[in-house]
């Protein structure tokens, strides 16, 4: 079975957001949507839905050259062009 590089644990990020409801600072790892804050038990949620292409080394890999740059929005549609 192949897996995606970009699953190891290994490789997960951290990063702090204030729960809107109590001030609270919350935890959320690179592959977590959200996580509901211990203090008041309202949901945190991340600024935008987690992406492979953000915080995987490995995606360019996994995705292929020109899926990679059109996620990231470095490819020009035949309308922009």
């Given at each position: 079975m192949?897996?995606?590089?970009?699953?190891d644990l290994r490789n997960?990020?951290?990063?702090l957001h204030k729960c809107?409801?109590?001030?609270?600072e919350v935890e959320i790892f690179s592959d977590e949507m959200r996580?509901?804050?211990?203090k008041c038990g309202q949901y945190v949620y991340k600024e935008k839905t987690p992406s492979c292409i953000d915080?995987?080394?490995?995606?360019r890999?996994?995705?292929g050259e020109e899926r990679w740059k059109?996620?990231?929005g470095e490819?020009?549609?035949?309308?922009?062009?």
């Open positions: 192949i897996r995606c590089p970009g699953q997960l990020r951290i990063s809107p409801g109590c001030g609270a996580v509901k804050c211990q915080w995987c080394a490995a995606a890999q996994c995705l059109e996620l990231k490819v020009q549609t035949a309308k922009e062009r």
